[in-house]
Nanobody
């Protein structure tokens, strides 16, 4: 069982940066791939980024590649999402999720945090 909690969301202007963090409970954090998924109003959840258990492999959605960076600290059981050059279309609730395999589909993840709101004004 893994419990996740995101933090770091907020209201920023276009072009600004924001760093999200996700803290995980449990003793086997490094065995889980971690994903970031977002959901904008009236839209389905959308894959953003994922990072392998060791942190050596990352995957990004095309819409955020080059702007967002996922990283993790297994000693602290945390995973971060650094978001640069934010755009209004990045506005969404951002969720971190944990799963046994690295994936771009929601079905890859078994555990989800409650989410944190990111709002980017133009």
């Amino acid at each position: 069982q893994v419990q996740l909690s995101e933090s770091g969301g907020g209201l920023v202007q276009a072009g600004d940066s924001l760093r999200l963090s996700c803290a995980a409970s449990g003793r086997t954090f490094s065995s889980y791939a971690m994903g970031w998924v977002r959901q904008a109003p009236e839209k389905e959840r959308e894959f953003v980024a994922a990072i392998s258990g060791s942190g050596g492999i990352t995957s990004y959605a095309g819409s955020v590649k080059g702007r967002f960076t996922a990283s993790r600290d297994n000693a602290k059981s945390t995973v971060d999402l650094q978001m640069n050059s934010l755009k209004p279309e990045d506005t969404a609730v951002y969720y971190c999720a944990a799963g046994r395999t690295l994936g771009r589909n929601n079905s890859s993840y078994n555990y989800w945090g409650p989410g944190t709101q990111v709002t980017v004004s133009s």
